[in-house]
């Protein structure tokens, strides 16, 4: 069995393969283990699933998943965690914003102790100002809301020990933010620091849509806060009402002339309630959503076609 096992999810990404994987060849060939490189298939339409089947034929560390269609990148990083086999376990990115010449030093840590070793972010080189500045608000925003401590500046490039690895596997949940999950198990974690270099090639996959939508499934998955959210909103809207009763009260009776007792102020009353109410009803929506796509039990994924784990196939 290998030592080292790196994952990488691909979606759309023909022109970075050939660039990742000299860079991955040549950082396996100077670690002190065997390794296996799982490459993921996110139901790629260009011809990604071609250069994953002939760095297979002309490597046999490389071994691939494809999806049967686009599950997203963090479904994509858990059929690979389902797969590995090492010791040691590491996730990154194809488009090379990732640097792998940062794994020796996440596994001279990992050989320390640590059963978790996380890249922390330390400057973004070529991002817009908007995305520096919704990335460095949600992850304190994350940290001060979640019920456990989540790293600030951290994606999914990380290194994890094979006995995280095995409880990640275990966990059934559908909705899966693993860089929150990681930080959920415990263990000893540390981080290394780096400098994210702009992509390599090819355009953005992380769009400012999927990236909010992760911003709400890391929320929605590890705070309560949204949900308390409700029950504020429900007593400040109850004290603004009551006060408002009095104000209209105490106008209707020494000042009958006034205009703030008419129309307009019963019309501002009811937007205002209903817009407490709709907040409330669909943070409630987002919470019921997530128990209805968990008690379904659909599988998390589906494959279409997969290589270089046919000794596993035969033993299951």
């Known amino acids: 069995m290998p030592k080292y096992t790196l994952i990488v999810p691909i979606y759309n990404e023909e022109e970075t393969i050939p660039e990742m994987y000299r860079r991955l060849n040549s950082l396996m060939d100077r ?7 799982i490459l993921i298939n996110d139901g790629s339409k260009d011809k990604s699933i071609f250069l994953l089947r002939d760095l297979h ?9 494809s999806l049967a269609r686009n599950f997203g990148h963090q479904v994509a990083v858990t059929a690979g965690l389902n797969f590995a086999r090492g010791k040691a376990v590491i996730i990154l990115d194809a488009d090379l914003q990732d640097p792998p010449e940062l794994i020796p030093e996440m596994i001279e840590k990992w050989q320390q102790g640590y059963q978790v070793v996380y890249a922390q972010r330390t400057k973004r080189h070529k991002e817009s100002w908007f995305k520096r500045f919704t990335a460095y608000g949600f992850y304190r925003l994350l940290k001060g809301l979640a019920d456990v401590d989540i790293p600030t500046d951290t994606g999914d490039f990380c290194l994890m020990d094979r006995c995280v690895v095995d409880i990640l596997n275990a966990m059934p949940e559908r909705n899966r933010y693993i860089r929150g999950l990681r ?8 981080s290394v620091k780096f400098e994210r270099s702009p992509r390599y090639a090819g355009e953005v996959k992380y769009t400012f849509r999927k990236s909010f939508s992760l911003a709400i499934n890391s929320l929605i998955s590890f705070s309560k806060v949204p949900l308390r959210l409700s029950t504020y909103l429900g007593l400040f809207s109850a004290v603004f009402a009551l006060f408002m009763a009095i ?36 943070i409630l929506g987002e919470y019921i959503g997530r128990i209805y796509e968990e008690i379904k039990g659909r599988p998390m994924y589906t494959l279409s076609e997969i290589m270089g784990f046919e000794q596993e196939k035969v033993e299951n």
């Open 31 to 37: 670690l002190d283990g065997s390794c296996e490189l």
């Open 57 to 65: 034929h002309k490597d046999p560390r490389v071994c691939y998943l």
């Open 183 to 190: 930080s959920w198990v415990g263990f000893q974690q540390t």
């Open 247 to 282: 104000l209209v009260l105490y106008w209707r009776v020494h000042e009958t002339k006034s205009p703030l007792t008419g129309f307009a102020t019963i019309m501002i009353a009811v937007f205002f309630l209903g817009s407490v109410q709709l907040i409330s009803i669909g």
